[in-house]
């Protein structure tokens, strides 16, 4: 990715165990030592300020929702986010679950650094199935 040309990198610094043994601290180093600065894609405060104490350079609620302790929660993780605002003093960036411009006016209202907005704008896949779904029960009348 450094060699691509990629300016930030970003890591799954989660509590969960990585391939290999390597810590999130180990991987943070590696990236700096490229010249590179590193966002921690996490899914709790615990993971967040633990990357920050590793090295950090940016975090993201990217995995909020996506991990074993966070599957029951679905994203933005809003409290996630003023979490991270409120005790960090890096960037936070809110990624996941944005749909609306008004979600991402309320991201950057609760202080997030900047916003993601992937699938919402992407995912046209996504948009055509809800379509066919809420409709489709006006075609079996």
Wanted: proline content about 3%; hydrophobic content about 45%.
């Amino acid at each position: 990715m450094a060699e691509a040309g990629a300016d930030i990198i970003a890591i799954d610094a989660t509590t969960r165990n990585r391939f290999g043994g390597e810590t999130v601290k180990d991987i943070i180093a590696q990236i700096h030592q490229l010249g590179k600065l590193v966002m921690a894609d996490v899914d709790t405060i615990e993971a967040a300020l633990a990357a920050r104490v590793a090295g950090a350079d940016i975090v993201g609620t990217t995995l909020f929702g996506y991990t074993a302790a966070t599957q029951h929660l679905s994203p933005p993780g809003w409290e996630l986010l003023t979490q991270m605002v409120q005790q960090l003093d890096i960037p936070a960036i809110c990624e996941g679950g944005i749909s609306s411009p008004q979600m991402a006016r309320q991201a950057l209202d609760l202080g997030a650094y900047a916003v993601v907005v992937g699938t919402a704008i992407t995912g046209i896949d996504y948009q055509v199935k809800a379509y066919i779904k809420e409709l489709s029960s006006a075609f079996s009348r």
